[in-house]
């Protein structure tokens, strides 16, 4: 079998973990596959990096961010090649452009636009293990550029699909997709597999196992992805095409804490007003998640609520201060005291029901709901921070997930 399989920085944070890593890689290579790897930084590299450009720089060029955190995952790569070689295991560490990973020239958040996977083919003819750098590729002027946050898992999976590998594997410190993080609910379960779709909206809903990107890619390209512990030799969880993952119509809750709702009261219920807020926004390159507007009838005026990124919230009051002002509204509410509880499940759009439960299970925990959307395969409330834990806790159990398997 020809085999593709990442490791996570934290797979990779000591040097007796690279040396682990090393020998499940040899294992693979001894029991007749031929095995490509591709890592990520060791540990905590890209944030030190990150933290060591801002010591320095307040706005530092996209091009030379990417420059410097591209050399986390090449220290790895190298480090691994001559870890597993040191074993006898003949290894070979590529760059992203070394393996053929092309680009387009968005720094910071490159997409991969073509992937030559002849060097790799040629070292694997060769009996050679390629270590490939996660993360990163080349950009059509020839710099280097990098792929996101978690990007490793998208250098994998293109990868797979440009060799038609027979399975990628992804292995963090985590035994796959959990029915709701473990952390938080101590009775979830790993799946044995899910849809894309399905991983898709958990991934958005910050359930950090794959990386969103690289989720996408797999989908479109119809690679399997299998999420797997470093540390034990459990299944772990598959992700891929028309999986019927569970009997009930949710497959898993998900928990965001990191998010802030902001509030425009007041401002006038015309067309525009709606397009004007995101706009602004969205010019600025932030995320709007939900949008809700409440309309009051009366004075023709109208609240809109809209949640985002924590980290984009001081960019975000100071757009929407200015929106308030151009819109001759009341006043902005900024609350960051809130998180998102969502319920995904491929059979939530055949299951009515499934919004009801999910509402009475909060409302026995007198949690009040201040904000709903909803998808084909999603709900999604908004409630206090404070009371998230519990009431991800309470609907894991109301869609009876901690008896399945
Ligand atoms: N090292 C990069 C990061 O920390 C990429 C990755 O680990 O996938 O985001
Ligand atoms: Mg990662």
Redesign the pocket.
């Known amino acids: 079998m020809l085999v593709v399989q990442k490791y ?2 934290s797979s990779l944070a000591t040097t007796e973990l690279v040396k682990h890593v090393a020998t499940k890689i040899t294992q693979t290579v001894q029991q007749g596959n031929q095995v490509v790897v591709v890592v ?2 060791m540990g905590d ?3 030190d990096l990150i933290a060591r450009s801002e010591d320095l720089v307040t706005n530092p060029v996209a091009r030379e961010m990417d420059a410097l ?1 591209a050399t ?2 090449m220290q790895s790569a190298a480090l691994m090649a001559m870890t597993l070689s040191a074993q006898g295991t003949p290894a070979r560490s590529f760059s992203g452009w070394q393996a053929g990973i092309r680009t387009d020239g968005e720094h910071g958040k490159a997409r991969i636009q073509a992937v030559n996977p002849e060097a790799l083919q040629a070292a694997l003819a060769e009996g050679i293990v390629p270590v490939v750098t ?2 990163q590729g080349i950009g059509p002027d020839g710099a280097v550029t990098t792929l996101g ?5 998208l250098t994998a999976i293109a990868i797979a699909a440009a060799l038609d590998a027979d399975r990628c594997e992804i292995y963090s410190d985590v035994a796959g997709v959990f029915t709701a993080d473990p952390r938080v609910v101590p009775l979830a379960h790993p799946l044995a597999a899910l849809s894309y779709d399905e991983m898709l909206e958990l991934a958005s809903q910050g359930a950090q196992v794959l ?1 969103t990107q690289a989720v996408l890619y797999a989908r479109g390209a119809g690679v399997a992805v299998h999420a797997r512990s470093t540390f034990d030799d459990e299944p772990g969880t598959v992700v891929r095409d028309d999986v019927r993952s569970s009997d009930g119509p949710v497959t898993a809750v998900a928990l965001d804490s990191h998010i802030t709702k902001m509030a425009l009261l007041g401002v006038p219920d015309t067309p525009g007003v709606a397009a004007y807020v995101c706009e602004q926004l969205a010019s600025s390159g932030i995320n709007i998640d939900l949008v809700f507007q409440a309309v009051s009838h009366e004075d023709e005026r109208a609240d809109i609520a809209l949640t985002i990124a924590d980290s984009d919230r001081d960019k975000a009051r100071g757009i929407l201060t200015q929106v308030l002002k151009d819109l001759g509204g009341r006043q902005l509410l900024v609350d960051s005291e809130v998180a998102k509880v969502s319920a995904v499940g491929a059979g939530v759009r055949n299951h009515p029901g499934v919004a009801a439960t999910m509402f009475r299970a909060l409302a026995d925990a007198e949690i009040n709901i201040q904000m709903i959307s909803t998808s084909e395969i999603k709900i999604a409330c908004i409630i206090h921070r404070h009371e998230a834990q519990q009431a991800l806790n309470r609907i894991h159990a109301a869609f009876n997930l901690e008896d399945r398997d």
């Open positions: 996570g920085g990520s930084a590299t890209t944030d955190l986390g995952e996660g993360f946050r978690g990007g490793s898992d990386q």
